[in-house]
């Protein structure tokens, strides 16, 4: 879900930052094994916790002066954190359900919270699946970051980068200059892609 919602920041020219919260859970050097690599691609990543305070500041100072919005599964935490940005934005909050490990809603419709160090943020509903509009499974490549600079170099125009002989960006992969796990999104998620808009053209 973290590549969907980085994808359609890229597609509709939004910066992203990336917000690991809930660190307090794990240790420090965990939380970077997992998020390490966006960092490494170019995006700003933030570890917090609304419980412990750490992170709070920065993620207050990025949110200062500007429209933002929180979004995110349920249960990560979105609506404490605000909380933690400023107490008497008085979200409510839920813990995770143990019965099933998985978040639930506390808040259910996207509302939009004027900060007092200026700017507005939206609190949005935790997101269990998302879909990407308006992108196309061909323009894909040029929304991965670290994917896009290797395109150019295939040997087809239209590589989908899974087989085609002289595709440059299997070829980083191999060397290292991609992140196999980025690599499997991306081919997940065009799978998935082209999927849907197969079925869109069965209905048709």
Known sequence: MLDRFLVAAEA??????????????????????????????????????????????????????????????????????LNAIQPELGRYSKEVSRATTKGRHATVVPELLRLDAGGYVADTPGLRSMALWDVEPEELDAYYPDIRPFVADCEFSDCTHRHEPGCAVRTAVARGQIHPARYDSYLRLREEMEAEARKVLLRA
């Open 12 to 81: 509709s020219h939004l910066p992203a930052i990336i917000c690991a919260n809930k660190i307090d859970l794990i240790p420090f050097e965990q939380a970077q094994a997992l998020f390490g690599l966006y960092a490494d691609i170019g995006y700003e990543v933030l570890y917090t916790s609304a419980k412990t305070g750490a992170g709070v500041a920065e993620l207050r100072q990025r949110l200062t002066g500007k429209l933002s919005v929180l979004a995110g599964p349920s249960g990560v935490g979105k609506s404490s954190l």
